[in-house]
């Protein structure tokens, strides 16, 4: 780890959480999406076997830039084999997109080599998240990541 991490973690890191799913031990760091603390995504790259992007489909102005983001991150070599669950969220929200919007706002067809799947959610209402882990463990379980 370099000694930028080493202080990061050290003295800030991130949330993180075990959770058991479908018998899957998931060990979830929840990386926060402020512009200031994207740097050190990079701490929590090593041995990552699933990313989960959570993104607000009701703020079609931040979707770009998570479009941005999204794509930098999938090119980081460290990540080449994690397959990706994205949460199309605040689907509770009037004006937000669907899962074929946001597919098209974050450019999801442009995604080669590597498995994925969009699933609309309501964090607030509980919506859609079991259907996105249902999917995220049996393709872990099948060998993906
Ligand atoms: N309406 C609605 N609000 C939500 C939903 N999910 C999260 N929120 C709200 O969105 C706000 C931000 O939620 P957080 O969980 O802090 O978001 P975050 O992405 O972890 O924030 P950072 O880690 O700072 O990037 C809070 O006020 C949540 O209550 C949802 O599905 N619907």
Redo the contacts with the bound molecule.
Sequence with gaps: MCADCVMFVAAIGFNVETVQYNNIKFQVW?L???TSIRPYWRCYFPNTQAIIY?VDSSDTDRLMVAKEEFHAILEEDELKGAVVLIFA??Q??PGALDDAAVTESLELHKIKNRQWAIFK????KGEGLFEGLDWLSNTLKAGGG
């Design positions: 929840d926060g999406g402020q959570v969220n605040k509770d929200l959610t309501s964090a607030i």
